[in-house]
């Protein structure tokens, strides 16, 4: 006997669609969260790109919803975090932050992936208001606005495309003296007479507009990105420049997917994994270790977004639930 059938660890949307289908297909389900349900999803403001809701909705709303939808189909939630995954034969093996375990015959991942950030003064105070690591969430609530969009790679310079498009000025900055992105997409940028570049330049502060006077760090106290900062570089030396106005910045520097619990340490579990450290799956949501399927922002996916998240999620309880039926001798 298990402590359930499946375990999915991560409450966010992939974890809470994977929950509800996984319950509505009659398994035990356990849903590990060392957070609140929601995930990063409830530090969006008003959800407005999901399909459906056209007026839109906040977004601690929503996942309440996707909470008490996977509640009210049976699977239980469990307020502790995931600290290793062990596999013995057909059994996983979760140990828990608190020193506990659980035990379950199938695993969904749905951990997610943070944002990396430029760890700058205003970042965190003004993310929500101004600060954004994604175009397609926020992007149209800046429509003829000033934005900046910070980073050189592939995802910046298609971001900075799809913002030409809304906002009235985009000003690209990126580190290096010239972009990592792939030729063709930066050359797009490049020749794009809405969008200004300047290489070798990086953020140092983002401020709002509601800043005390003579303030010298960003308090966030109720306003909204309205200036920043930037240094120049030059062989290692930072000049800093006058500070400049802004409506809004967009972070595109990378993320970081949350995969130690399957990267093999303290004899755990180990998943294939590709160059960027992502989960690689099938169509079914199953990675390389029988049993274990991952949903969301950890896997390797194209588009991240929280009605593909939500899609994963119900992918991977289905076929997890084959998995088990097969396990028990119900393979259909």
């Given at each position: ?10 409450a966010?949307?992939a ?21 609140a ?6 530090l969006?403001?008003?959800l ?5 809701i ?8 929503f996942?309440?919803?996707?909470h008490?939808q ?8 469990l307020?502790?975090g ?8 057909d059994?996983?093996?979760?140990s828990l932050?608190?020193?506990?375990t ?5 695993i969904?991942?749905?951990t997610g ?27 149209p ?7 900046f969009?910070?980073?050189g790679g ?6 900075a495309?799809y ?14 003296e010239?972009?990592?992105a ?5 050359e797009?940028?490049?020749?794009n ?22 303030s ?8 909204k ?6 240094a ?5 030396t ?18 970081l997917?949350?995969t ?31 049993g274990?399927f991952?949903?969301?922002?950890v896997r ?30 119900e393979?259909?």
């Open positions: 006997m298990t402590d359930a059938d499946l375990i999915i660890i991560g966010g949307p974890g809470l669609a994977s929950a509800q289908y996984g319950a509505r297909s009659m398994l035990s389900v356990l849903v590990l969260e060392h957070m349900p929601g995930g990063q999803a409830l969006i403001d008003v407005e790109n999901y399909p459906g056209t007026l839109g909705k906040q977004s601690y709303e996942c309440d919803d996707l008490r996977a509640v009210n189909f049976g699977a239980k939630f307020n502790e995931a600290a290793a995954i062990l596999k013995d034969k059994v996983f093996t979760v932050t608190n020193g506990q659980r035990t379950a015959r199938a969904v991942l749905a992936a943070k944002h990396r950030k430029l760890d700058v003064p205003g970042e965190d105070e003004y993310y929500g208001r101004g600060v954004s690591y994604c175009a397609t969430c926020d992007g609530f800046f429509k003829n606005k000033k934005i969009v910070v980073g592939d995802a910046a310079c298609d971001e495309q913002l030409s498009r809304l906002a009235d000025q985009v000003i690209v900055v990126h580190r290096r010239k972009f990592r792939q030729k063709a997409l930066a797009r940028v490049l020749s007479p809405k969008i200004e570049v300047r290489f070798n330049t990086i953020v140092k502060t983002i401020r709002g507009s509601k800043e005390p006077p003579g010298k760090e960003p308090t966030g106290m109720g306003g990105v309205s200036s920043l900062t930037l120049k570089l030059d062989n290692g930072e000049t800093l420049l006058p500070e400049e106005s802004a409506d809004g910045v967009f972070i595109f520097t990378g993320t997917p949350q130690s619990l399957i990267s093999g340490g303290s004899g755990g579990i180990k998943a294939e994994l590709n160059e960027e450290g992502y989960v690689i799956t099938d169509e079914k949501m199953a990675a390389s270790v029988p274990l991952a949903a969301g922002d390797a996916t194209p588009f991240r977004q929280i009605v593909t998240a939500a899609a994963d999620g119900a992918i991977a309880a289905r076929y997890a639930s084959i998995y088990i039926d097969n396990l028990k001798g393979a259909y």
